[in-house]
Each structure stands twice: as C-alpha cells, then as structure tokens.
Antibody, heavy 121, light 107 residues
C-alpha cells in the first residue's frame, strides 16, 4: 500500500524558516518523481514544486521561487521542502504527492494527508 | 501559464441524480487532464487521468470526457459519499502544473 506521511508543519513568524518532510512507503520511491501542492485555508489547490525521480530536475512555482527548496533522499525514501523567508501568504496545508509517470502522464496519483504551516506574528 | 476554469462554482444535485462538471483550459491541452475529488479534511484523490481513464479503484459511475480545451466530469447516479469538491488539473504544459478553482458538489 502506497503511503505518504508529511510532518514538520508548525506556527512560524513571518521571515522565519521551516522544513517539511514526507516519508514514503509501499512503492519504489527512487522510481517516481514527487511534488508538493498546497492549499490555503478555504481555498483551492496550488502546485508548489516538483522533483524528478533522480533529483536532477527541479521546478518551482513563481510564488515560491528563491524561498523554498525541494530535495529528496532516495536511500531514506524521503522528500523534503525547506521553507525560508516565509510570508503570511504561505499559510496553507502542504501535501506531498507522487507523480504517476513521465511528462505527459504527470498527474498526481497518491497524496499524503497534509501538514499545516501557519505563518503569523 | 495555462489557466483552468471550472464551472459551476457550486452545483446542487439530489442523490440518485446525474451531475455534470465542466473544466475549460485557456489553450489546448490535448487529453492531459486529471480530475481530483476532495472531501472536507481529507487530501485530494485522483479520479480520472488522461481526460477519461478512471484511476485504480474508482467506481464506474465516474466518467470523464473531452479533449483540447473543453472537458467534462460526469457522475451518473450520485451517492451521498460523492458530495465533495472536484478539481481539474492540466499536465500538458508545465511547469507550472495548474488546477481549476474547484466545483463544490452539494446536496
């Protein structure tokens, strides 16, 4: 059974930092690209970042570029999101999700339960 | 960036009835479209990919259609568990991946 479990969400002040983690199990982690998607309270889904299976290809939404850094450790079946210079508008539930396939099959077939990041003074 | 627009924002339907949700892309995305279901307090779940292929374990009452810029998600006979928010997502030209704003299906 595919499982994705996020952790690390917390209350943080504007300008602060936080590191989110996503522990993967039930599949060969190193074979799949992964992604982060966030959802602000009462709002829709917003894609945040993507990392290829090997970690060699990385993309970010313009809204987070230069502040958030995605990484993965295939030996530990783990995905991370380092969040720096946090802003109020980064407040959201952050989901990690598995990317199903290659470029034209890159929908998100499994999702974690999410972790809440609140940016507030 | 490809903009995805869903309609209506809210759809009120009775159990047992048919629901039709729409999603429009600002440019052609071929059939590279997915639909997700999200219930309150839960993560999204993949329903449909490739515009019309049901994901593993998704009941046959869910069907998707369309290509290019116009897409439809149809739920043939609504059960109480189907009342949720539905999102479409394009993955034809990325980054960025883009989602529609969602359609809330309510009783």
């Amino acid at each position: 059974e595919v499982q994705l479990v996020e952790s690390g969400g917390a209350l943080v002040q504007p300008g602060g930092s936080l590191r989110l983690s996503c522990a993967a199990s039930g599949f060969t982690f190193s074979n799949y690209a992964m992604t982060w998607v966030r959802q602000a309270p009462g709002k829709g889904l917003e894609w945040v970042s993507y990392i290829s299976a090997s970690g060699s290809n990385i993309d970010y939404a313009d809204s987070v570029k230069g502040r958030l850094t995605i990484s993965r450790d295939n030996a530990k079946n783990s995905l991370s999101l380092q969040m720096n210079s946090l802003r109020d508008e980064d407040t959201a539930v952050y989901y990690c999700a598995r990317v199903k396939g290659n470029y034209f099959d890159s929908n998100f077939d499994f999702w974690g339960q999410g972790t809440l990041v609140t940016v507030s003074s | 960036e490809i903009v995805m627009t869903q309609s209506p924002a809210t759809l009120s339907v009775s159990p047992g009835e048919r629901a039709t949700l729409s999603c429009r892309a600002s440019q052609s995305i071929s059939s590279n479209l997915a639909w997700y279901q999200q219930k309150p307090g839960q993560a999204p779940r993949l329903l449909i990919y490739g515009a019309s292929t049901r994901a593993t374990g998704i009941p046959a009452r869910f069907s998707g259609s369309g290509s290019g810029t116009e897409f439809t998600l149809t739920i043939s006979s609504l059960l109480s568990e189907d009342f949720a928010v539905y999102y479409c997502q394009q993955y034809n030209k990325w980054p960025p991946f883009t989602f529609g704003q969602g359609t809330k299906l309510e009783i």
